[in-house]
């Protein structure tokens, strides 16, 4: 068996900048230290960090005061960051630096007088944060070309177009084609709006996909840009694609007939688990499939420098 190893794949600048921010917080704060949502999306590594000591919460009020709480990748509404400073949290911002950009450009629409139209999935934590910016007057969520047909406004209204950063330019391309069919004043995020370790990782995935029977992502359930993997390597002609946390989750059926499979991670998914799979098969020999380098690195937040 041929393993075919994705290049770019797994962490992403955003999500080492996450991790590193719980790691530095442990060695400067100690215990307890809350975290708001899961850190990044990947059960080994919250695993990691609650038998360290780390508490996860999903509401603020499970916070107490004065405590030391770090907001996740994903990023918060604003009445979350004013809630922590009304009860005296020592709250530490581990948002993604492109969420947070996101933000501010929702910020800047809603000065311009421009209503947001954001693509992404209801429910998805980042979403949540992004819509949480501005109030809901000011926001509609779309996620599919039938929720742009069913959209209010008049073909001049001035509108501004946001995206949930782990969706890629391929998968909002047929929403914005429509956005852009029905309406005159509309402001388009440029491509580099869009998370660019999503991008260039499902671009990856697409060439191992032409050359590998089978495809395993790394990567939890709950991950977003993890599942797009999964589905973009299926769209691109893998026979077979399955995502799996890590060997552990590896059954035989999966590559028994396989005679090369590739092999590729989620932005939240950490070496260790892709290596680890990598000793689970019967590997002939491993061949890695670069598509780009990446070299952003991003400074940690001032409170753990």
């Known amino acids: 068996?041929?393993?075919?190893?994705?290049?770019?794949?797994?962490?992403?600048?955003?999500?080492?900048?996450?991790?590193?921010?719980?790691?530095?917080?442990?060695?400067?704060?100690?215990?307890?230290?809350?975290?708001?949502?899961?850190?990044?999306?990947?059960?080994?590594?919250?695993?990691?960090?609650?038998?360290?000591?780390?508490?996860?919460?999903?509401?603020?009020?499970?916070?107490?005061?004065?405590?030391?709480v770090i907001f996740s990748a994903h990023g918060v509404p604003k009445e979350v960051v004013s809630n922590a400073q009304s009860r005296g949290l020592t709250a530490i911002d581990a948002t993604c630096p492109l969420v947070t950009k996101v933000h501010m450009q929702a910020a800047r629409y809603v000065r311009d007088r421009m209503h947001i139209l954001?693509?992404?999935?209801?429910?998805?934590?980042?979403?949540l944060g992004t819509m949480g910016q501005v109030t809901p007057e000011?926001?509609?969520?779309?996620?599919?070309?039938?929720?742009?047909?069913?959209?209010?406004?008049?073909?001049?209204?001035?509108?501004?177009?946001?995206?949930?950063?782990?969706?890629?330019?391929?998968?909002?391309?047929?929403?914005?084609?429509?956005?852009?069919?029905?309406?005159?004043?509309?402001?388009?995020?440029?491509?580099?709006?869009?998370?660019?370790?999503?991008?260039?990782?499902?671009?990856?995935?697409?060439?191992?996909?032409?050359?590998a029977d089978t495809v395993l992502v790394i990567g939890s359930k709950n991950s977003s840009n993890s599942n797009r993997l999964r589905e973009v390597a299926l769209k691109a002609g893998a026979k077979a694609a399955y995502l799996i946390d890590g060997p552990e989750d590896l059954i035989e059926d999966m590559v028994k007939e396989a005679k090369?499979?590739?092999?590729?991670?989620?932005?939240?998914?950490?070496?260790?688990?892709?290596?680890?799979?990598?000793?689970?098969?019967?590997?002939t020999e491993v061949i890695t499939l670069s598509t780009t380098e990446e070299d952003i690195i991003f400074q940690l937040p001032k409170e753990v420098r």
Do not use: W
Request: proline share 5%; with cysteine.
């Open 1 to 68: 068996m041929k393993i075919l190893l994705a290049n770019p794949r797994g962490f992403c600048a955003g999500v080492d900048r996450a991790i590193q921010t719980v790691d530095k917080a442990l060695d400067i704060f100690g215990t307890p230290l809350y975290v708001r949502h899961e850190i990044v999306h990947n059960k080994t590594v919250v695993a990691d960090f609650i038998s360290r000591g780390v508490t996860f919460v999903e509401d603020l009020a499970d916070v107490p005061d004065g405590a030391v």
């Open 260 to 283: 090369t499979v590739g092999i590729t991670a989620g932005a939240s998914a950490p070496e260790h688990l892709v290596q680890a799979v990598i000793q689970h098969l019967p590997a």
């Open 118 to 127: 954001l693509i992404g999935h209801a429910g998805h934590v980042e979403v």
């Open 138 to 211: 000011d926001i509609t969520l779309i996620e599919s070309v039938a929720d742009v047909t069913a959209l209010p406004f008049a073909a001049n209204a001035p509108l501004g177009v946001l995206t949930q950063t782990t969706l890629s330019v391929d998968e909002t391309a047929d929403i914005i084609t429509a956005l852009k069919a029905r309406f005159s004043h509309l402001h388009i995020p440029k491509k580099d709006d869009i998370c660019y370790a999503t991008q260039n990782r499902q671009d990856a995935v697409k060439e191992l996909a032409k050359q």
